[in-house]
Every structure is written in C-alpha cells, then in structure tokens.
C-alpha cells in the first residue's frame, strides 16, 4: 500500500494563507483590544475603538434625569475600525456555519456559488438593519412625526442608538471592501460590487457628517418611500427652516447648495437601482419568453426521383441478378 499525501498547507503570509486564515487574525486582533481592557495603562487608548465617544449630558429642568446625547468626531475612525473587525468574524461566522453548508447540499456552479453566498450575507445584513432601523424609528417618533426630521435643525446631538446604528453601518460596508480579496470574488464581478458598496458609503457617511437621518435609516426600505421622504424632507421640511449661515462647527449644513446636492444624489442612486431593478426584470421575462416558444421540428424530406429508374442487375460470379436477389428469367428462343 502506497502511503497516504498530506495536503500541503500554504506558505506563511502568502495569499492563500491570509485568506484562509483571515478571520483567525482578524479574531486575534479583536481579542486583543479587548483584553487591553484589562489593564489600567492600555485602557484609556483601547477605550476609544470598543465605546461610543463624544457623549454629551443634558439635565432636566427639575435636575433629577439626566438625557445623554452624543455628537461626532475623528475619534470614531477608531470605533468604525474596530466594529470592522467585528463585521469580518461574523461574516466568516455565516459563510462557514450556514451558507457552505447549505452549498453542499445544493452542489450549485462556480458562478451561481459566488452570487448565493453575496445574496445570503447582504440577505442576513438587511434584515439585521430593517429590524433595528424599524425600532430607532418607532422609539423616536419619526414615524409618528416626520416633521422632526427637519423640525429645529442642525441636529447637533444624537442618541446613542442613531450613532451606533450609523457606525456599524459604516463599518459594514467598509469591511465589504476586504472580503472582496479574502472571498476571492471573480474580476467581472468586482466593478458591480464596488460600485454599490462604494455608493452605500458615500450616502451613509455623508449622512452622518452632514447630520441629516433620513437616508441611513430608511435605505432598506422601499425605493419609492425614500425618494418620497427625501424630496418631502430636503426640498420642503428643511427649506422652510433654513439658516444662510452655513458653519461647520455648530453642524449647520443647511443650505440651498448642500440641501440640492444631497437630494440629487439620493434620486440619481434611486433611479439607477429601479433602472438595474427594471432591466434584471425584463431580461428574466424576455428568457422566459422564449423558453415558451415550442422549437419547431425540422424534417429532413428527400428528394423523390422524377422518373422510376429500372431495376439494374447484379452480375455475381457470371450469373444476373436483381437487387432484392433473384436471378432473372431466361427466355428461351423458338426455333424458326
């Protein structure tokens, strides 16, 4: 008996093993800063990746609660970095122990095998971000009063929950530019994914910035109710309460230029997503179509010959004989 190979495991820090190993380090380095919790001299700089920063307290007019808002600031690149991180294990987390799995058992192609398993973890992402968007809005009463999307702006204060809700949204979509190398996603695919990661960013990050709450806690809604309440927010609500005086400091961004901006943005992005949404849909109807259509048989018919041609004769070893193998009649000749 021949002795068993071993697969060979590859090369420390080369591409293959960074990519197998990715959320093992990832995993490490997580661990990491969290355990500098630990130590009175490292806490006070790993404070500033794991907890929300910039928190701000406001007393009550009898001075018994107190209500914690919090604002922005460079220090939450560090917090954005390390929920990153926490993106990556769980996305590791969900390929392994839920989407290969269910590949085993469907044995799907190389191509239909990439597109489930981006469909199943944007499919687990959105509906993380639709329940928990759905509960920031009922718990702030923007659903009850939209008018406090626009009403006493600029917004220099959020709750922690719009805060957190906007860092793990970035960091999301931050951590989807990586898993695009440790995914090994095919090169036609790269461009398509890029663009709407890159957008997702843009928009969530410039809401942030610019303190409006609208498009980050509604993007997983309906297309239709977003155009909606983005036309209804910054073409009427926020024009009604415009400052001209347009400071970075006190968060004010509420002017004519950033407000039109903003809302083309968002309306190009919508129409481009029906667009794609429109043709992915007439594409479908237009195969099913045609799949539809009965194939019409093809009949080979042969060429019947104009006259009938006489049986020709066979002459084997001297003697005549016809094609289906009787010899011929002789004639006998009369005697004069």
Same mark, same amino acid.
């Given at each position: 008996?021949?002795?068993? +190979?071993?697969?060979?495991? @590859?090369?420390?820090?080369?591409?293959?093993?960074?990519?197998?190993?990715?959320?093992?380090?990832?995993?490490?380095?997580?661990?990491?800063?969290?355990?500098?919790?630990?130590?009175?001299?490292?806490?006070?700089?790993?404070?500033?990746?794991?907890?929300?920063?910039?928190?701000?307290?406001?007393?009550?007019?009898?001075?018994?609660?107190?209500?914690?808002?919090?604002?922005?600031? @460079? /220090?939450?690149?560090?917090?954005?970095?390390?929920?990153?991180?926490?993106?990556?294990?769980?996305?590791?987390?969900?390929?392994?122990?839920?989407?290969?799995?269910?590949?085993? %058992?469907?044995?799907?192609?190389? #191509?239909?095998?990439?597109?489930?398993?981006?469909?199943?973890?944007?499919? &687990?992402?959105?509906?993380?971000?639709? #329940?928990?968007?759905?509960?920031?809005?009922?718990?702030?009463?923007?659903?009850?009063?939209?008018?406090?999307?626009?009403?006493?702006?600029?917004?220099?204060?959020?709750?922690?929950?719009? /805060? &957190?809700?906007?860092?793990?949204?970035?960091?999301?979509?931050?951590?989807?530019?990586?898993?695009?190398?440790?995914?090994?996603?095919?090169? =036609?695919?790269?461009?398509?994914?890029?663009?709407?990661?890159?957008?997702?960013?843009?928009?969530?990050?410039? !809401?942030?910035? $610019?303190?409006? #709450?609208?498009?980050?806690?509604?993007?997983?809604?309906? %297309?239709?109710?977003?155009?909606?309440?983005?036309?209804?927010?910054?073409?009427?609500?926020? !024009? +009604? *309460? =415009?400052?001209?005086?347009?400071?970075?400091? !006190?968060?004010? &961004?509420?002017?004519?230029?950033?407000?039109?901006?903003?809302?083309?943005?968002?309306?190009?992005?919508?129409?481009?997503?029906?667009?794609?949404?429109?043709?992915?849909? $007439?594409?479908?109807?237009?195969?099913?179509?045609?799949?539809?259509? @009965?194939?019409?048989?093809?009949?080979?018919?042969?060429?019947?010959?104009?006259?009938?041609?006489?049986?020709? !004769?066979?002459? *084997?070893?001297?003697?005549?004989? $016809?094609?289906?193998?009787?010899?011929?009649?002789?004639?006998?000749?009369?005697?004069?």
């Amino acid at each position: 008996m021949g002795l068993r +190979r071993k697969n060979k495991s @590859p090369a420390v820090l080369s591409h293959e093993f960074v990519i197998q190993n990715h959320a093992d380090a990832v995993s490490c380095l997580a661990m990491g800063l969290l355990l500098g919790l630990m130590f009175e001299v490292t806490a006070k700089y790993v404070i500033i990746f794991i907890t929300v920063q910039y928190n701000v307290t406001y007393a009550t007019n009898d001075k018994s609660e107190h209500i914690h808002f919090y604002d922005y600031g @460079p /220090k939450d690149i560090a917090t954005v970095v390390f929920y990153m991180l926490i993106a990556i294990i769980l996305h590791a987390v969900i390929q392994e122990y839920v989407l290969d799995k269910i590949n085993r %058992r469907l044995h799907l192609s190389k #191509t239909k095998h990439s597109k489930f398993n981006e469909s199943g973890q944007l499919a &687990f992402f959105y509906l993380f971000s639709f #329940t928990w968007g759905a509960s920031i809005l009922t718990a702030e009463e923007f659903m009850m009063n939209p008018t406090s999307l626009w009403k006493n702006y600029p917004h220099s204060r959020m709750r922690f929950q719009v /805060k &957190f809700f906007y860092i793990c949204q970035i960091a999301y979509w931050l951590h989807a530019l990586p898993e695009l190398y440790f995914q090994k996603i095919r090169k =036609e695919d790269v461009p398509r994914q890029l663009c709407y990661i890159c957008l997702y960013i843009a928009h969530i990050s410039g !809401a942030y910035i $610019l303190k409006f #709450t609208i498009w980050a806690l509604l993007f997983v809604m309906a %297309r239709l109710l977003t155009l909606t309440l983005s036309v209804l927010t910054f073409g009427f609500g926020l !024009a +009604r *309460v =415009e400052n001209p005086d347009f400071s970075i400091a !006190a968060g004010n &961004f509420n002017v004519l230029t950033v407000r039109i901006s903003c809302l083309t943005a968002i309306c190009l992005t919508q129409a481009w997503m029906m667009w794609k949404f429109i043709n992915f849909q $007439l594409k479908k109807w237009r195969e099913h179509i045609q799949n539809q259509i @009965p194939k019409k048989k093809i009949t080979n018919t042969k060429s019947k010959p104009t006259k009938r041609e006489p049986n020709r !004769a066979n002459f *084997v070893n001297g003697a005549a004989k $016809l094609e289906d193998g009787t010899s011929p009649r002789i004639r006998k000749s009369k005697p004069v």
